[in-house]
């Protein structure tokens, strides 16, 4: 394979290099920062691209906001983030962008050369190399990002109802409850969606919708 290795610490380039070029592949470019990653990505075309998180010009998320307009220019590009943290937000729609040639590896979790530079070739011809404490991390933000674990499971089973169009005296019946208990619930229901009273939206139609995107 053709590759593209962005990493602001000059010693990890050039290991990286040593080791993807003693197991047979070519390594067409090495970077330091962000901006001259996309310049070579355009210049060289690789098959794959080895990219650090934080690198100038500053500091932060570079690596992987470069990555980010990789995969939306050149999406055949397959992408192996590696890095010493995981940024949940990019880390999420890096992977939201599409399933397939991404990787995103903690440096210090990798203890042996030979499955890094498997999970490399799986990047590489379309497949997915994602360490257990990345795929841990992004399940938790999910989690924590999604209103609908705030809810019961009979708030679950009145909201269900709702979204099949029944009403509430309808939901009562089926759940064997009072109408003043299927009140109650939906009332919780709309308060954990985070779905306040609006003149303009109606607030039961919104919290259906949530739960069929679900």
């Known amino acids: 394979m053709r590759l593209v290795i962005a990493e602001d610490s000059v010693l990890l380039r050039v290991g990286l290099t040593r080791i993807l070029a003693d197991a047979g592949e070519e390594v067409v470019a090495t970077v330091g920062d962000a901006d001259e990653l996309l310049t070579a990505v355009e210049r060289h075309q690789p098959d794959m691209c080895i990219v650090d998180v934080r690198m100038p010009p500053t500091h932060t998320d570079d690596g992987l906001r470069a990555a980010l307009v990789i995969r939306k220019r050149w999406p055949s590009i397959g992408i192996l983030v590696l890095s010493q943290y995981v ?9 939201a962008a599409s399933g397939v040639g991404i990787g995103y590896l903690l440096k210090d979790r990798i203890a042996d050369v030979a499955e890094f530079v498997d999970a490399v070739r799986r990047v590489g011809n379309r497949g997915t190399a994602l360490d257990p404490e990345v795929v841990a991390q992004l399940l938790a933000r999910a989690r924590r990002q999604d209103p609908l674990e705030r809810l019961t499971p009979r708030e679950r089973e009145v909201l269900s109802l709702m979204a099949e169009g029944r009403s509430n005296p309808a939901i009562a019946r089926a759940l064997v409850v009072t109408d003043k208990a299927v009140e109650k619930h939906v009332g919780n229901i709309l308060t954990k969606l985070d779905l306040p009273p609006d003149e303009d ?6 919290a259906v919708l949530q739960w069929v995107r679900s």
């Open 87 to 95: 940024e949940e937000r990019y880390a999420s729609d890096l992977l």
């Open 201 to 206: 939206d109606h607030r039961r139609v919104l």
